[in-house]
């Protein structure tokens, strides 16, 4: 066994070693990050998160079916209601696109929300909070990951919906359209970003929370009917829940012309009304990650596995 | 008397095989109500009775709630009372199918993941099987809870045409107790693709029942399906307890099943099958439905077991 | 950006500069109190060690140095930078490994679990595929490379653990119990490794903690001991151990003790007796005899003991002289044995001891004494 070695310089035959990667002179030295490595380990870190995501994808086909297929079926469910009640036939779109977006919204509860939860139940909170990277990083890559998910599931359900029930939209603003929905996804994931913080103050309480929402939010975001149908709710869900506001505004700009669309706001403004939410989610998630550091560090429990 | 005597006496009984027989069936109940109790608290111990009222009740009331809403928008205020207490008593029901098939998969998959304790249930004395049933069953409770709040609200609010003289009470009870099972057949059908799959599908549960939605009658009559759609839906047993159930509340009501154009009515060679005859097909269905689980069910543990998942964390 | 360490105490330069560090947990019905002020310096390139029972505060003391928990009082630094404070810089030059440690994602390879954690850690997407192989090489998980996380074993998950703990070649590597629950080989694996690591680069820091006596002896250059978040000594194992070489350490095994050791503890000239191996009363289940440790002022005090054998009808089997080890340092420290089997008697008390003993303790001893052979 080697007495204290003291020293914190390196050999010439040390860089050889398997054992050293990166040498650095001294741990002030490896300690010492430019602005541009924090920023780079950051972004490499949220791509680093996003790949389970999308590697258990691949790895458990069955997702196929229960995240396309089986969801397909109960917008059909909805389909089939306006198709009894003979509604005019934008209500047919309406539900289609609402269908397509709820992939989106069910991502956000169950693999956004609930998920910070989990990695602390799965010893990963500890480790991350140890590691250099900015837990921000993380959230993104959770959320990239689960994005490029739901957005495959939403396309196919717009897709064969559109051509199944014979869906015609009409659509006069594209780059608009375009704009509003990415907003409409960092404002939505933004949400989720917030709610994960959230989840793990909570504890348990937030899981059971992910399911109170679910259908009290399809229902006051208007996922199958204009929104504005439900007056002072359909209001308030437009000044608080992305998946309303965003659904309003596809809505209005997917079926330019139709009479039943009608809203409070315009697209333009439901635009930057997703802009405000976007900075108010993301701000909140990145303080409330601070706070829960700050508790975890105090109270020794929020991070670590403790059932 | 002795030690060794007392002893010898037990060792008799045990070796008896009517005893033997009695002490399983005992276990097997203890080790359901155990699991039933364990399921109530881990479902009902995290929040004060209010707000878990309010979880119960939540989703089914908006989801019923979301369809009533679609039936104003395009009726304008003038929708068929028929048709909106269909669609109340569809939509309430249908907390039971959510709750139930819910309930197995997500015991495996808390057990599992969270609590890491699926292996100890799968060695301990009581077949998984059994544990399983009495933790669905505590979440059975909750779907419960949000089917009477639902259609109370139904009737109390929506005016649901509720007589309770006119109340075919047997087949009523019949239905419940045939539909509840053939919900718990689905559940561990469910519970079986959770044993097999990641941490992720939580929601998949609500995809099958969402998928079942569609095809079982629950908030328009299937004929407005395709005919191939309306196959799948007379195989269901879900189809015939909703059938068998909103005939015993409400014998004016029309039928989800049958009717002009309908599959049914070309294959029987009348309009609407009677409550005897829906409960009938519901008995049929369900205990094919049971058996088909079961046999999902053995398959799923054996390969579980063959690939070690039952102490696997599988998150992404 | 200011990365400078904060001169917090004179000695900047202390890879571990901990001072009166204290650490109250709340808990119903009172506060647990797991530090109760810790003092405790480690120079670069030291592998240091804490030993203590469950509970002694050990895994407390290298949560407050990772940054995942705050000290209630006093301060501490790694490296001068301040663990309240500076903890960005010193993540990045650390990190840790604990002992069935279940992190990560079940379903990824073991491959890509590390890729994953390298992208933390700042690794290019290329270079992080070529460290993670390199890695994989060293810690000898090549066979599982492609193997999902989920199916690994206790000592190979442990494996992954370390290659994980090098990806960033940190200077301070904090190993919190890393061979519990391994075999003797991957617990050998695992300690040879941690040394490699170690050796390869002046400077490089080790904090261990474990209640493996033999692999706090065996592995590092000083220690603490430590019980109910006190630190009691602190030295080399040899400066440690010297501590009770003024005594006479025997281990007796008799064909039987009636009376128990409490009757010898009692004798003239024993400052110790306890018994050391299967149940209560030192019984050897495999060979039906009665192990004793009897801690003597001197040789001469063994006359009184033997002659007091003979009057309760004991025989002795073997006697041997015993070397002392750093149990009978903790013995004569705290009063009480290490182990939950091992009862103690001291001349006037008879205590009980509260910690736990590691399933493997004895081959964690043999085996690390045949490797010094």
């Known amino acids: 066994m080697t007495a204290a070695k003291g020293s914190a310089e390196r050999t010439p035959s040390a860089a050889r070693s398997p054992f050293v990667y990166r040498p650095t002179a001294s741990p002030e030295e490896a300690a010492r990050w430019e602005p541009r490595r924090i920023l780079i380990t950051n972004v490499r870190s949220i791509a680093g998160r996003a790949y389970p995501r999308l590697i258990g994808l691949r790895r458990e086909p069955s997702w196929i079916l229960f995240e396309i297929l089986l969801p397909f079926l109960t917008t059909s469910a909805f389909v089939f209601v306006y198709r009894a009640l003979q509604s005019p036939p934008e209500y047919i779109g309406f539900v289609v696109l609402g269908g397509a977006m709820t992939a989106f919204w069910m991502n956000v509860m169950w693999m956004m929300a609930a998920q910070l ?67 409409f996804l960092t404002a939505l994931y933004g949400l989720g970003m917030m709610l994960a913080t959230l989840f793990v103050l909570w504890g348990r309480e937030a899981w059971h929370l992910t399911q109170i929402m679910a259908e009290p939010v399809y229902f006051v975001s208007g996922l199958n009917f204009p929104v504005a149908r439900l007056g002072l709710f359909g209001a308030a869900a437009l000044g608080t829940i992305p998946l309303a506001v965003g659904l309003d505004a596809i809505r209005q700009l997917a079926f330019a012309g139709s009479t039943n669309t009608g809203s409070f706001i315009s697209p333009e403004g439901e635009a930057l009304l997703l802009v405000a939410m976007t900075i108010v989610f993301i701000g909140l998630a990145r303080y409330l990650l601070r706070i829960i550091e700050r508790l975890a560090r105090q109270d020794g429990k929020l991070i670590t596995r403790t059932s | 008397m002795t030690a060794l005597a007392e002893a010898g006496t037990r060792w008799s009984r045990q ?17 359901f109500l155990t699991a039933t109790r364990l399921g109530w608290q881990t479902e009902a111990n995290w929040t004060n009775p209010v707000v878990y009222f309010l979880y119960a009740v ?6 019923t709630l979301m369809l009533v809403f679609m039936i104003q928008v395009i009726s304008g205020g003038n929708a068929p009372p028929a048709y909106r207490a269909y669609v109340v008593i569809g939509s309430g029901l249908w907390s039971f199918v959510v709750a139930g098939i819910a309930g197995l998969a997500w015991a495996v998959l808390d057990d599992r993941e969270r609590y890491r304790m699926l292996k100890y249930l799968f060695v301990s004395p009581n077949d998984l099987l059994v544990l399983l049933l009495g933790r669905g069953l505590a979440r059975m409770m909750v779907g419960a809870m949000g089917a009477i709040v639902t259609l109370g609200l139904g009737v109390v609010v929506l005016g649901l045409p509720l007589d309770l003289a006119r109340i075919d009470w047997p087949v009523l009870v019949a239905a419940m107790v045939l539909g509840l099972v053939s919900i718990v057949a689905l559940g561990l059908i469910l519970a079986s693709v959770a044993m097999q799959t990641r941490q992720d599908s939580w929601h998949y549960p609500e995809a099958v029942s969402g998928a079942l939605f569609l095809i079982v009658g629950a908030v328009f009559p299937l004929n407005i399906l395709p005919t191939f759609a309306q196959a799948f839906g007379l195989i269901s047993p879900l189809t015939w307890w909703l059938e068998a159930v909103r005939r015993a509340l409400f014998p004016d009501i029309q039928s989800g099943i049958g009717g002009a154009g309908s599959l049914y009515a070309s294959l029987a060679g009348h309009d609407a099958p009677s409550g005897i005859e829906a409960l009938l097909a519901l008995l049929l269905t369900t205990v094919v439905v049971t058996l088909a689980a079961v046999a999902t069910y053995r398959w799923s543990e054996h390969r579980a077991k063959e690939r070690g998942l039952f102490d696997v964390t599988t998150g992404s | 950006m200011p990365v400078s360490p904060t001169p917090l105490h004179s000695a900047a330069a202390l890879a571990i500069d901990a001072r009166n560090v204290g650490r109250v947990y709340k808990a119903k019905p009172n506060p647990i109190v797991a530090l109760d002020g810790i003092d405790l310096t480690v120079r670069p390139g030291e592998l240091f060690g804490l030993l203590g029972p469950n509970g002694a505060g050990k895994t407390t003391l290298i949560k407050i140095l990772t940054t995942l928990l705050l000290p209630s009082s006093g301060t501490a630094s790694v490296f001068g930078f301040d663990v309240e404070r500076q903890t960005s810089q010193i993540r990045r030059i650390m990190n840790i490994v604990s002992g069935g440690e279940q992190s990560g994602y079940g379903l990824l390879q073991v491959r890509e679990q590390l890729w994953m954690f390298s992208q933390f850690y700042g690794l290019g997407v290329r270079e992080g595929w070529r460290r993670v192989d390199e890695l994989i090489d060293l810690v000898g998980l090549q066979e599982q490379r492609v193997q999902k996380v989920s199916q690994l074993s206790t000592g190979q998950r442990q494996k992954l653990n370390f290659a994980r703990g090098l990806l960033n070649d940190p200077w301070i590597f904090f190993l919190d119990e890393p061979t519990l629950g391994l075999d003797v080989s991957a617990a050998r694996a695992t300690r040879e490794l941690t040394l490699a690591w170690q050796a390869a680069v002046p400077g490089r820091t080790i904090l261990l903690t474990s209640h493996y006596m033999a692999e706090v002896d065996e592995m590092c250059d000083r220690l603490a001991i430590v019980d109910r978040g006190r630190i009691l000594a602190i030295g080399t194992p040899a400066e440690l151990k010297h501590r009770v070489q003024s005594e006479s350490i025997f281990r007796l095994e008799l064909d039987r003790l009636d009376r128990g050791v409490g009757a010898l503890a009692r004798l003239p000239g024993v400052i110790s007796a306890a018994s050391v191996a299967g149940n209560d009363n030192g019984a050897d289940g495999e060979r039906n005899t009665i192990l004793v440790k009897l801690v003597l002022v001197d040789d001469g005090a063994l006359g009184p003991v033997v002659s007091a054998l003979a009057g309760l009808d004991a025989h002795i089997v073997s006697l041997q002289k015993s070397e002392p080890s750093l149990e009978d340092v903790f013995v004569e420290l705290v009063g009480r044995g290490f182990e939950d089997d091992l009862t103690v008697h001291q001349n006037g008390t008879g205590l009980r001891s509260a910690g736990s003993r590691p399933a493997d303790e004895e081959s964690v001893a043999e085996e690390l004494a045949g490797r010094s052979r």
């Open chain 1, 117 to 183: 939860y989990w990695e602390k139940d799965q010893g990963n909170l500890e480790r991350y909070f140890t590691a250099p990277m900015s837990m921000m990083a993380i959230l993104l890559g959770m959320a990239i990951g689960g994005l490029l998910m739901s957005t495959f599931r939403a396309g196919i359900v717009l897709l064969v919906g559109t051509i199944v029930y014979g869906v015609v939209f009409s659509v006069d603003q594209w780059f608009l359209l375009l704009g509003v929905f990415v907003l």
């Open chain 2, 15 to 31: 070796a008896d095989p009517e005893s033997t027989r009695r002490q399983s069936i005992a276990q097997v109940w203890r080790g």
């Open chain 2, 58 to 63: 939540c989703t089914p009331v908006f989801a």
